[in-house]
């Protein structure tokens, strides 16, 4: 059955260090990745995409990789601030047009001041 | 403006009600959704819409019917409400690639 896992519930950094979180799938192929933050009682909001054919996507702080050989994406937040505390999914959607984006099961983040 | 908005925000009800969440978008977007996030967090999808067209369904009880008047609404009526059903409830809209989702409608099912 299809999986996507993001490998901690919950991880700790302190302020200024980088922040690298991961997502692995099996029984997918997915067009593009995606990630969302989510603050408490909030919806998720849109960070990133990368497509299958793209390595590497930035955006200010935020660096996603995507290796479809090893079926994962690694998040990063550089320079890691108290306000980049939230719970951080990743999202896949599969080829084919289809729209069906299947999320993980999101990791908690706390940024240590 | 919101782009996607739904309402109510909470809902509190007795077992064996039924009830309706509303969502409307003003992105303009063919794909509209609904999905169910857990106590524990887990974000799972229910339906999806494209312009007013089911296109996805997840195996979610018939209990749970969707309605598209337009391309830009989305309620969820539930029927005879169980505990289980007690949960936050997202619509959000989007084409390929990105989703926009609105604030959650909170259901307490007591």
């Known amino acids: 059955s299809q999986k996507i896992e993001q490998n901690s519930e919950a991880l700790n950094i302190q302020e200024g260090k980088t922040a690298t979180l991961t997502c692995n799938y099996t029984?997918?192929?997915?067009?593009?990745l995606q990630w969302y933050r989510q603050d408490p009682g909030r919806g998720p909001v849109f960070l990133l995409l990368?497509?299958?054919?793209?390595k590497e996507k930035r955006k200010e702080r935020l660096k996603v990789t995507f290796d479809t050989t090893l079926k994962q994406s690694l998040f990063h937040i550089t320079a890691s601030q108290p306000a980049d505390s939230a719970t951080y999914l990743c999202?896949?959607?599969?080829?084919?047009?289809?729209?069906?984006?299947?999320f993980g099961t999101g990791t908690k983040l706390q940024v240590i001041p | 403006d919101t782009a996607v908005s739904q309402t109510p925000k909470y809902l509190v009800t007795q077992m064996g009600n039924d009830k309706s969440i509303k969502c409307e978008q003003n992105?303009?977007?063919?794909?509209m959704y609904w999905y169910k996030q857990d106590s524990k967090k887990f974000l799972k999808i229910m339906f999806s819409?494209?312009?007013?067209?089911?296109?996805i369904n997840e195996t979610v009880p018939n209990r749970f019917s969707p309605k598209s008047p337009d391309k830009a609404h989305l309620n969820l009526h539930i029927n005879s409400l169980e505990l289980g059903d007690s949960a936050v409830y997202f619509c959000?809209?989007?084409?390929?690639?990105?989703?926009?989702f609105g604030e959650g409608s909170r259901l307490t099912v007591l």
């Open positions: 959000a809209a989007g084409n390929t690639g990105e989703l926009f």
């Open positions: 029984n997918y192929s997915p067009a593009y």
């Open positions: 992105l303009g977007h063919d794909t």
């Open positions: 819409y494209n312009n007013k067209e089911l296109i």
């Open positions: 990368i497509r299958e054919n793209e």
């Open positions: 999202a896949l959607e599969r080829s084919g047009g289809y729209q069906k984006v299947t």
